[in-house]
């Protein structure tokens, strides 16, 4: 692994990729700390402390959100700009066309990602400015106060969507992604700390924190082995005679990955079931938001088994709108493929739709259990207040594999040994 990090650094293009990612993420890192004019941050950080659905938004953002920083909002609103489009790719027509005319019809449909994101972050903004108002977190609260924390956050959401664009285009790796893990993993030396004062306190033991480790570990190596698999479907492609050459007639496999949809079921299900409770206990005295805290607080059974159900259907809608079976099937009838056995056209679909079923429970269950892998750790480990969540797991460890491979194709570019042997 050293010897292969060496060489990288070799690669005079490699290298300057990677100090370019590299500076652009600790602008990143520098910008989580310059706070939002108007603001009082402490009363805003006891808020966070306080709530469910703000400590996961701190953890995304990697303690911005927590100091209300121009980066408070992160990169969320382009997720969910992101996710929009590519839901309404699948209804609208216009939309459909662009996506499939190739490298124009993407740079349209991104022009249109980038003009969502900053209404949604404006909308975001402006609406979690004003739910604050009686908070005293804005030190002037009026609407010219209102108008400027608003722009101020949608002003950084944009910068650090053209960071990620940036950095995907002359860095390494994806960069929404990449700011995604930065800020998961900044939090690191946090957790650490924290850890050793409750072991310096008493309140843990070290076997615990052996048990932390453990499960950590074989968590990592399982998100691994269901990030990497995949079910291979062979297709055969007939030979076709074009003037005087031959082309086709090669095997090849069309791979059905057992996590099409990557994390966002988790993030989609986690927004749903947080949504509620926050808004809860703004109403302490109500008697409605008393019995579902009481009965879907944060780590009860209820909670967990609607948190899992809502995962594993989501997996499956978000599967279902990126992968579909009807297109596959098409297009390898198109350049003259088929599957062997199966009849090409219809019976295709419907071949790659089972089998892709079949291929998504896996991943949705394995999705599931990563969700609500927090509340049994607390349970076998007793460390309080320590964030081990899989989904951040789950992006680190995914973001870490995608950036290496990249790496590993430009190092065997140039007859380099990469990292993965």
């Keep these: 692994m050293l010897e292969s990090m060496k060489n990288a650094v070799k690669v005079d293009e490699l290298r300057k990729k990677l100090l370019f990612t590299v500076l652009m993420l600790l602008v990143f890192r520098i910008g989580a700390h310059i706070p939002v004019p108007g603001v009082n ?3 805003f950080a006891d808020l966070v402390n306080k709530g469910v659905l703000f400590g996961f938004f701190d953890t995304i953002s990697g303690g911005a959100f927590k100091n209300f920083s121009v980066f408070a909002m992160s990169i969320m609103p382009y997720i969910n700009a992101s996710i929009i489009i590519q839901l309404l790719t699948v209804v609208i027509p216009t939309l459909e066309r662009l996506a499939k005319e190739g490298e124009e019809g993407r740079k349209k449909i991104t022009q249109y990602t980038r003009y969502l994101t900053v209404v949604l972050a404006f909308i975001q903004a402006f609406g979690m400015t004003v739910g604050l108002r009686n908070q005293h977190v804005l030190i002037s609260p009026n609407v010219f106060s209102y108008i400027l924390v608003a722009l101020t956050l949608t002003a950084g959401t944009a910068f650090l969507m053209w ?3 940036q950095i995907t285009e002359k860095g390494i790796g994806n960069g929404i992604s990449l700011l995604i893990f930065a800020g998961i993993v900044s939090r690191i030396p946090a957790g650490i700390v924290r850890t050793v004062q409750y072991l310096q306190a008493g309140t843990i033991n070290v076997v615990s924190i052996l048990l932390l480790l453990i499960i950590g570990a074989v968590v990592i190596a399982a998100i691994v082995t269901v990030q990497e698999g995949q079910r291979r479907i062979p297709v055969q492609y007939a030979k076709r005679v074009v003037g005087r050459r031959v082309y086709g007639g090669q095997s090849t496999h069309l791979p059905l990955r057992v996590n099409q949809a990557g994390v966002i079921p988790v993030i ?3 927004s749903i079931m947080m949504f509620p409770q926050q808004i809860a206990t703004w109403f302490p005295n109500n008697w409605f938001a008393t019995w579902y805290l009481n009965y879907f607080a944060w780590g009860t059974a209820l909670h967990s088994i609607l948190y899992a159900l809502l995962v594993i259907g989501f997996t499956y809608f978000y599967t279902a709108v990126i992968m579909n079976p009807v297109d596959i099937a098409d297009n390898i009838k198109k350049y003259g493929g088929f ?3 199966i009849r090409p ?3 295709t679909a419907e071949y ?6 079949r291929v998504t429970l896996a991943g949705a269950v394995f999705l599931a259990l990563i969700a609500v892998l927090p509340n049994f750790v607390l349970v ?3 460390i309080p207040n320590v964030y081990f969540g899989g ?3 789950l992006i680190v460890v995914g973001v870490a594999l995608d950036t290496m491979k990249q790496m590993e194709s430009h190092m065997l570019m140039r007859s380099y040994q990469g990292f993965i042997k």
């Design 339 to 341: 599957i062997p056995g």
């Design 345 to 347: 056209g219809r019976p």
């Design 352 to 357: 790659i739709s089972r089998v892709m079923s």
């Design 163 to 165: 960071i990620g664009e």
């Design 391 to 393: 989904t951040s797991l």
């Design 380 to 382: 076998a480990t007793r």
């Design 41 to 43: 941050a402490k009363v």
């Design 268 to 270: 989609f299900a986690a």
